[in-house]
């Protein structure tokens, strides 16, 4: 059962595939902005994956967060998650990423838990809705 106060944290080494150079976000070598974002959003669903049910899973629908300082490559970023709420299907976290100097992002992050079948058929349908 979901509740309130699950914790994560994933980690990754900064390299020249997730710079901003590399994903087009910008030009410079350093840890591009989206690749921090897709950290949290790791970082959060594989925190309460175990807690799921057979055949759910959960979905990113709302980001608010900064990214205040840049990490070169070679440095390792680490992100940490917390629950803090869960409304029905609605999931709620806090995120902060950090680098070896110290924090480098953070803010809050929602989650819809989902059947995955289910939500894989509807975004299929797309393809066949000619």
Do not use: Y
């Not at 080494?13 to 994903?23: D, I, K, L, T």
């Amino acid at each position: 059962m979901l509740e309130a106060g699950i914790k994560g944290r994933q980690e990754v080494m900064v390299e020249e595939g997730n710079c901003a150079s590399a994903v087009g976000s910008g030009l410079l070598k350093v840890f591009a902005t989206p690749a921090m974002i897709a950290l949290m959003e790791k970082t959060a669903w594989m925190s309460v994956a175990p807690e799921l049910g057979e055949g759910e899973g959960t979905v990113g629908t709302l980001l608010n967060v900064t990214h205040d300082a840049p990490t070169p490559i070679g440095m390792k970023v680490w992100c940490e998650s917390t629950l803090e709420e869960v409304d029905g299907r609605r999931l709620v976290f806090s995120v902060e990423a950090f680098d070896e100097k110290g924090r480098i992002g953070g803010g809050r992050h929602e989650r819809f838990i989902v059947g995955n079948e289910k939500f894989q058929a509807k975004a299929d349908r797309k393809n066949a809705a000619e």
